[in-house]
């Protein structure tokens, strides 16, 4: 199992970023997938998941209204398309496969002016 976070960067506060996670080595479209957050200092956090088929979505309060989670089971990619970004949502942001436990290697997300 491989994933492969990107789209991370340097934003300032009020823009938009799009990450990406690429998936291989298992069956992509049969797993509900998630993007979780680590703060420096703080603990991992659940952001937003969402099932197989992409149907139904899942976000952190925070959050909601400004990230969404979408994915391309054809192109084995889940994407976090992030919005009105503030301050606190610096992080390194996570893919993960619900149920098999696999994690992405990280992409690092800054807002700042």
């Known amino acids: 199992v491989q994933l492969v976070e990107s789209g991370g960067g340097l934003v300032q506060p009020g823009g938009s970023l799009r990450l990406s996670c690429a998936g291989s080595g298992f069956a992509f479209s049969g797993y509900a997938m998630r993007w979780y957050r680590q703060a420096p200092g703080k603990e991992r956090e659940l952001v937003a998941s969402?099932?197989?088929?992409?149907?139904?979505?899942n976000y952190q309060d925070s959050v909601k209204g400004r990230f969404t989670i979408s994915r391309d089971n054809a192109k084995r990619t889940v994407y976090l398309q992030m919005n009105s970004l503030k301050p606190e949502d610096t992080a390194v942001y996570y893919c993960?496969?619900?149920?098999?436990?696999?994690w992405g290697q990280g992409t690092q997300v800054t807002v700042s002016s």
């Open positions: 993960y496969v619900h149920l098999l436990g696999y």
């Open positions: 969402i099932t197989g088929t992409g149907v139904t979505t």
